[in-house]
């Protein structure tokens, strides 16, 4: 049999001839396409860029993916974390994929078991019998796999699923119409503010629980949040972001510039489908993470603060309090807190409507808002006529047996005493020790106007310390007019009156007495590195000769063992010296309030050489919890003598354990 004749090797040589030309310009071509593309990526013609510029100049498909990065931490003094960013999120299900994933489920084991049994020959196509779809309970499943990772009981999950669901749609059906489907919820939140350590607890039970799991129906979207470990505990002070993550009170707000972070960016041209064209040269922003920002606040003191203010404002059903612990070395603010109640059964001493949404919103009243100081003003006002010489310690200051009227022209102003054992001549000491009001205006008024105002303007007041923190009041410091009549400021003001202070501001001046007469402006920041460790102060000014400051904090000290403070010595571990006051307070619309007050103390320790100082208000008690008592003695001075051996004791400061101003019947029953 023969072949009949074909294109045979000549055919071929042709065909090779055309074709190798062909497959290497393919080739080529794809080589040189290639090559293009990856230039247009990296390093595109300026041409092509300015053909998809806008007439501003912005590149119509220039895109930029953000990096974020981590805001920076607060700590306290000695590095305890008060805020920092976590990786928390919110846990939502969707109940439509829940109960499509369950029915789907249903269906593949049935279509296994169908399959098994044939393999087993356990019956034909005909005997199978079908898992019930009426037995699906999804939510149960789903409610006992997250239970362990939310730490919630599994019913309380289950009751929060079912309850979004219609009645007639609680378990799936096969069934369903596109009706029923469309009615199930898409976004069922159990949970807000998912922790970092959930958010994990759930991941790994997703990966436990495999593709098939009914974990699947549970999502979770991630976010940064701000998470403040110490909760409660010098909220205000540490205070709160906001929703696009800057400071919003606090020492967030204050230390915004220094805590803020910046994300990092990658520039890129992408198409009209988001596809990535190319990424321009230096097309990559670094980012910046937060810098930390360290407190003065110590949080062990500021828990003996918190704990002893609040205890007497619960005690006397007070309206409110406000406590600062102070380093008077340093001007560090070790501990500052205040608390404001409205379930007093009397009407609010002040409104913070902010603080009933977060204590982190709350105002620092401490440093917010002024209150008329009464007589814990005292000692700056005597101090003042010693370093003037109007008047010595032990000097007789003649003064009648009852209330004395003070004159000036035609104006008369009439005062009176708190105790009727302070009326009656007292010596110069005395009228401070006593708190005797007519013995502080009689001396007040051998100075003139303008050297009672240089002798406040020197201790500070009427001007703000500059603590970095938002907000902070000058006071009020009394009008030009008030000075006109002697009777008027010069009086009032002698014996705390007519003058309204912050409690930094009065805490700020009371250090020059704790130290050489120089005032330490106060800090919420410590100093820091070498300077730190050599005592480096955030600033002083002199307020008083060294030798009047000594002598101030000597009368000081016979106020607590022979004064209005004598109810500190039954408490008190350490020397001390200070001065009480009490007020009669001034509602929101800032008229006096009937019957209403505040009491005050105000002390430093130990006496000889000095290293805090504390000033404690008790706002408002309850004269019907205190028998009528409101004195600064009476009720803050205890508060503050309770602080002062807690912060003391925590600092290190050494003590011998006993009382040292009891008498010896008080000594005995202590030990």
Known sequence: ????????????????????????????????????????????????????????????????????????????????????????????????????????????????????????????????????????????????????????????????????????????????????????????????????????????????????????????????????????????????????????????????????????????????????????????????????????????????????????????????????????????????????????????????????????????????????????????VWAWAIELRKARPNESIALPDGPKTFTDGRARRTVREAHPSSYGTKTWAECLTKSVNSGMATVALRMSGEELKDGLRSFGFGRRTGLVLPHESAGIFPPADEWSNRTRAQISVSFGQGIAVTPIQLLTAFTAFCRDGTMVFPTIEPPEGAARTQGALSGTRRAIASATAMTTREVMEDSITDGTGKKLKDILRYTAFGKSGTAQLAGPDKRYLDSRYMSSFVIGAPFDDPKIAVLITIEDPDLKKTGASYGGGALAGPCAAHVVNGVLEYLGVPNDGELVYAKPKALADAR
Do not use: C
């Open 1 to 380: 049999m023969t072949h009949g004749s074909g294109p045979g090797p000549t055919r071929a040589r042709s065909i090779a001839r055309w074709s190798t030309p062909l497959v290497v310009g393919v080739v080529a071509f794809i080589a040189a396409t290639t090559v293009r593309v990856a230039q247009l990526k990296t390093a595109p013609d300026e041409r092509l860029v300015r053909s998809m510029e806008r007439p501003n100049g912005q590149l119509v498909q220039q895109r930029a993916l953000l990096e974020p990065e981590p805001r920076g931490r607060i700590v306290d003094r000695v590095g305890r974390l008060l805020a920092l960013d976590s990786v928390g999120g919110r846990l939502f299900v969707d109940m439509k994929d829940l109960y499509a994933d369950a029915l789907r489920e249903s269906e593949r084991v049935a279509r296994s078991a169908r399959r098994a049994r044939l393999e087993a020959g356990e019956g034909g196509a005909n005997g199978l019998v079908a898992v019930p779809v009426s037995d699906l309970d999804p939510i149960a499943a789903l409610a006992a796999e997250l239970e362990r990772p939310l730490g919630v009981p599994a019913a309380d999950i289950a009751r929060t699923l079912r309850d979004a669901v219609p009645a007639d749609l609680a378990r799936p059906r096969a069934d369903f119409t596109d009706a029923d489907w469309a009615r199930l919820p898409r976004f069922v939140v159990l949970s807000q503010d998912l922790t970092e350590a959930q958010v994990a607890a759930i991941h790994e039970a997703r990966r436990i629980a495999g593709p098939r799991g009914v974990i699947r129906g549970a999502h979770v979207q991630s976010k940064s949040t701000r998470v403040r470990p110490f909760e409660e505990l010098a909220a205000a002070i540490v205070g709160r972001t906001g929703f696009d993550g800057k400071g919003q009170t606090g020492a967030e707000l204050g230390g915004e510039r220094l805590l803020a972070s910046e994300a990092g960016r990658t520039l890129y041209f992408a198409d009209a489908r988001g596809q990535v064209i190319s990424v321009p040269a230096n097309g990559h922003l670094a980012g910046r993470a937060g810098s930390d920002v360290r407190l003065s606040i110590d949080m062990v003191a500021q828990e003996v603060l918190e704990r002893e203010i609040n205890r007497v404002v619960a005690e006397v059903n007070a309206s409110g309090g406000r406590g600062i612990v102070m380093d008077v070395e340093t001007g560090e603010i070790l501990a500052a807190h205040d608390v404001l109640r409205t379930n007093t059964g009397r009407s609010p001493i002040a409104v913070d409507a902010n603080r009933a949404i977060d204590a982190s919103l709350g105002r620092l009243r401490w440093m917010t808002d002024p209150f008329e100081p009464g007589s814990i003003f005292k000692p700056f």
